[in-house]
């Protein structure tokens, strides 16, 4: 059984380990049985190997990929976390870009089941 965990100590291990250490194993543990991403106009409802998979495929075509969490929000309802990301990436041709972005996510029981995000922009936040 998974300790238990805030869904802020959730939000940063997927952001932090999951993707900076591509630890695939926690993301086994941390995502729910589905995940519903909303972005503006469209929502895609992923099951768990499917989310899981996404991970992995993003992560395959990053010679390097970070998260940095610029801002982490916990909401008062246990479940909210909001977090505003810098994410320095390397291309597998060596090729570096630099993105940023906030998502919202929902975290249930210590899994994630909600992820919202209205897109990236390429730059670094001022």
Not at 36 to 49: A, F, I, M, N, S
Not at 52 to 65: G, K, P, Q, T, Y
Request: with cysteine; glycine share 8%; proline share 2%.
């Amino acid at each position: 059984m998974a300790p238990d965990r805030t869904a802020r100590e959730v939000v940063e291990l997927y952001n932090l380990v999951v993707w900076n250490r591509r630890d695939f194993a926690l993301a086994e543990e941390l995502i729910g049985d589905t995940v519903t991403r909303h972005e503006v106009g469209e929502t895609t409802v992923l099951t768990h190997e499917q989310a899981v998979n996404r991970i992995i495929d993003h992560c395959a075509m990053f010679e390097a990929i970070r998260f940095d969490l610029n801002l982490v929000v916990a909401g008062d309802d246990g479940e909210h976390v909001a977090i505003v990301y810098q994410s320095p990436m390397t291309l597998k041709d060596g090729a570096e870009v630099e993105i940023g972005s906030m998502e919202i996510f929902r975290v249930v029981a210590g899994k994630i089941t909600e992820v919202w995000n209205c897109g990236y922009k390429q730059g670094v936040w001022t």
